[in-house]
């Protein structure tokens, strides 16, 4: 059973960096894409960013290009989301993700696992 644990949210200004990590278990993940997926308050869940485990493949939404990054170590199990230059609007709940591969880039519905969630507040 595949096992996705979220840590690194917190409060921060506007202008701040974070970086969110998101420790992955439960067996091999090379036949896997895992992705960041984030909700606000009082609206859906929305497509942040997405990365292939076993070729490191990666894809962002469109508007957070730049400004955000994922990675993983697959030494250490573990992917990552640095996020800079935040802004009020990244609020919200980050989500980590994983479904077998392909996942349809962009269709939050494929993936099939998925972590707690890390709450991500940013203040003006």
């Known amino acids: 059973q595949v096992q996705l644990v979220e840590s690194g949210g917190g409060s921060v200004q506007a202008g701040a960096s974070l970086t969110l990590s998101c420790a992955v278990s439960?067996?091999?993940?090379?036949?896997?894409?895992m992705g960041w997926v984030r909700q606000a308050p009082g609206k859906e869940r929305d497509f942040v960013a997405h990365?292939?485990?076993?070729?490191?493949?990666?894809f962002y939404v469109d508007s957070e290009k730049g400004r955000f990054t994922v990675s993983r170590d697959d030494t250490k199990n573990t992917l990552f989301l640095q996020m800079s230059d935040l802004k009020p609007e990244d609020t919200a709940v980050y989500y980590c993700?994983?479904?077998?591969?392909?996942?349809?880039?962009?269709?939050?519905?494929?993936?099939?696992?998925w972590g707690q969630g890390t709450q991500v507040t940013v203040s003006s």
């Open positions: 993700a994983a479904g077998q591969t392909p996942v349809r880039l962009g269709q939050v519905s494929d993936y099939q696992f």
């Open positions: 439960g067996g091999s993940f090379n036949n896997y894409d």
């Open positions: 990365i292939n485990w076993s070729r490191g493949t990666k």
